[in-house]
């Protein structure tokens, strides 16, 4: 019989506990999803970004030395 007992308080108890554990890691889970989403989007950005820095250092750079060929 207290086997029986003890057996039942797991399922009263342990249930709603697993069922709200699903749930949060469900959610954390699309969290986590969203914010990869985020920052592949922002990488994207930072390498176009540093591919435009690139460019222009280039131009500053043939203009300092074209200045200086000049003098």
């Keep these: 019989m207290t086997a029986l007992i003890t057996a039942l ?3 009263v108890i ?3 506990v697993m069922w709200l554990l699903a749930r949060l890691d469900r959610r954390n889970t699309q969290q986590h999803g969203q914010s990869i989403d985020i ?3 922002l ?3 930072v390498d176009r970004l ?3 820095v690139d460019r222009l250092d280039t131009k ?3 203009h300092n030395n074209d200045t200086r060929r000049h003098r």
């Design 14 to 16: 342990g249930g709603p």
């Design 39 to 41: 920052l592949e989007r």
């Design 60 to 62: 500053i750079d043939n």
């Design 50 to 52: 540093d591919a435009k």
């Design 9 to 11: 308080a797991v399922a």
């Design 43 to 45: 990488d994207g950005k």
